[in-house]
């Protein structure tokens, strides 16, 4: 059974950090590329990173870039969003997914398991 569970998500200020996990079971994370996307309320879900399966080429979306970090420790299955100078506007509920598609990673139409998400809060 596939299963992508994130973990992580809390409450903090700006210009804290926070990481997020997401544990796979179920594939192989190295066989599928990765990616992370949030959701805000009354928003759509937009791409924040993501991650190729083996070669480890990583993409950002524009208003993470420098401050996110994605990354994947293959023996223990697992994708990570290290988050840096949070920003009140990180506020969303954030999904893990992955793919076995080519082409454009920021594309949700690519992704064949999701996660249920987890909450992440940024205050002033």
């Known amino acids: 059974q596939v299963q992508l569970v994130e973990s992580g998500g809390g409450l903090a200020q700006a210009g804290d950090s926070l990481r997020l996990s997401c544990v796979v079971s179920?594939?192989?994370?190295?066989?599928?590329?990765m990616g992370w996307f949030r959701q805000a309320p009354g928003k759509e879900r937009e791409f924040v990173a993501g991650?190729?399966?083996?070669?480890?080429?990583?993409y950002y979306g524009d208003s993470v870039k420098g401050r996110f970090t994605i990354s994947r420790d293959n023996a223990k299955n697992s994708v990570y969003l290290q988050m840096n100078s949070l920003k009140p506007e990180d506020t969303a509920l954030y999904y893990c997914?992955?793919?076995?598609?080519?082409?454009?990673?920021?594309?949700?139409?690519?992704?064949?398991?999701w996660g249920q998400g987890t909450q992440v809060t940024v205050s002033s």
């Open positions: 997914g992955a793919t076995r598609q080519y082409g454009d990673m920021k594309s949700m139409s690519k992704y064949n398991y």
């Open positions: 179920g594939f192989p994370v190295d066989n599928y590329r």
């Open positions: 991650i190729e399966w083996a070669v480890t080429y990583t």
